[in-house]
């Protein structure tokens, strides 16, 4: 199943991307015979009271799609979606976890995950420009995955980790490089206001399968300019929300940032850099496309 959130006139609500076909997530629920009470009219509301069992309210709510046109919003062409989460208590970002990319860095292989944080006033949507020009000229792009985590989860095992992951979504981790290098933590270059482009819906593992074969590529202005597979990681995402689990309570609707490949703009001779009016598309098979416009700078 594809979750996505989307603008009502009522606020942000969330729902199911079905072809291309957007449904209200509250109103298909309210069929369901599976349903329990508490209110869903967000997606992490929906990931709290139903993240413990993903695939089996998938595949029900996928089929009352089909038979309860009330709650069918409209075509996807006719709904302006945001971020899958739009409120995510945590953004977890681990860095230098791709083989390929520690070696174009010079860096050595980490022996554990290199964690660092974004906020949620970094994070805008499929629909939105990506924000930064203003305050850098050295944006950076940086296609990865998310992961959504579906239930809460504290000091779970890398066996048991991938059942609480509730889906995955393409994200760009847009760097402002000088921002990054100007100290010893990378916080100011990656926690720009507007920053960091995802979804543009969480795509239940069910119907993603293993995390760990997935092509992903980054184009900008349709010019590839990063192809790799997760099978390269260093850390796999279920070491990765195990690791993460045995120091903080991980929560639904939380996103972890997985990582980059080789071929970020800051390691090409000479670098590239995004500027204004560039396209950016992070592909990730079975996943979906993200793409976004950089944003002019506002004044």
């Given at each position: 199943?594809?979750?996505?959130s989307?603008?009502?006139?009522?606020g942000?609500r969330?729902?199911?991307l079905i072809?291309?076909?957007?449904?209200?997530?509250?109103?298909l629920?309210?069929?369901?015979?599976?349903?329990?009470?508490?209110?869903?009219t967000?997606?992490?509301?929906f990931?709290?009271?139903?993240?413990?069992?993903?695939?089996?309210i998938?595949?029900e709510?996928?089929?009352l799609?089909?038979q309860?046109?009330?709650?069918?919003v409209g075509?996807?062409?006719?709904?302006?979606?945001?971020t899958?989460?739009?409120?995510?208590?945590?953004v977890l970002?681990?860095?230098?976890?791709?083989?390929d990319h520690?070696?174009?860095t010079?860096?050595?292989?980490?022996?554990?995950?290199?964690?660092?944080?974004?906020?949620?006033?970094?994070?805008?949507?499929p629909?939105?420009e990506?924000?930064?020009?203003?305050?850098s000229?050295?944006?950076?792009f940086?296609?990865?995955?998310?992961v959504?985590i579906?239930?809460?989860?504290?000091?779970?095992?890398?066996?048991?980790?991938l059942n609480?992951?509730?889906?995955l979504?393409?994200?760009?981790?847009?760097?402002?490089?000088?921002?990054?290098?100007r100290?010893t933590?990378?916080?100011?270059?990656?926690?720009?206001?507007g920053?960091t482009?995802?979804g543009p819906?969480?795509?239940?593992?069910d119907?993603?399968?293993?995390?760990?074969?997935?092509?992903?590529?980054?184009?900008v202005?349709?010019?590839e300019?990063?192809?790799?597979?997760?099978?390269?990681?260093?850390f796999?995402i279920?070491?990765?929300?195990?690791y993460?689990?045995?120091?903080?309570?991980?929560?639904p609707?939380?996103?972890?940032?997985?990582?980059?490949?080789?071929?970020i703009?800051?390691?090409?001779?000479?670098?590239?850099?995004?500027?204004?009016?560039?396209?950016?598309e992070?592909e990730?098979?079975?996943?979906?496309?993200?793409r976004?416009?950089?944003?002019?700078?506002?004044l």
């Amino acid at each position: 199943m594809q979750i996505i959130s989307y603008e009502h006139e009522s606020g942000i609500r969330g729902g199911v991307l079905i072809e291309d076909s957007v449904h209200d997530l509250e109103l298909l629920l309210q069929a369901s015979s599976g349903a329990v009470n508490g209110s869903t009219t967000s997606v992490r509301e929906f990931l709290e009271l139903y993240g413990d069992r993903i695939a089996s309210i998938s595949a029900e709510l996928s089929a009352l799609a089909a038979q309860d046109p009330e709650a069918r919003v409209g075509e996807r062409s006719e709904v302006r979606l945001t971020t899958p989460v739009p409120d995510p208590a945590k953004v977890l970002c681990i860095g230098l976890n791709y083989k390929d990319h520690v070696a174009e860095t010079g860096r050595a292989f980490p022996e554990y995950p290199d964690v660092f944080a974004k906020f949620a006033s970094t994070m805008v949507g499929p629909e939105d420009e990506i924000g930064g020009a203003r305050v850098s000229d050295n944006l950076d792009f940086e296609g990865e995955v998310a992961v959504v985590i579906g239930r809460r989860a504290s000091e779970v095992s890398e066996e048991e980790a991938l059942n609480y992951v509730a889906g995955l979504a393409p994200l760009n981790d847009v760097t402002a490089r000088d921002l990054q290098y100007r100290g010893t933590q990378w916080l100011a270059g990656k926690a720009v206001d507007g920053s960091t482009p995802w979804g543009p819906a969480l795509v239940t593992l069910d119907e993603v399968g293993d995390p760990q074969t997935l092509d992903l590529a980054t184009r900008v202005n349709g010019i590839e300019v990063q192809r790799s597979n997760t099978g390269y990681q260093i850390f796999s995402i279920a070491r990765i929300v195990s690791y993460l689990s045995s120091f903080l309570t991980l929560e639904p609707g939380d996103v972890i940032a997985t990582g980059t490949p080789q071929g970020i703009g800051a390691k090409r001779n000479p670098p590239v850099w995004l500027q204004p009016g560039d396209t950016v598309e992070i592909e990730i098979d079975k996943v979906g496309l993200l793409r976004n416009r950089v944003g002019k700078p506002q004044l």
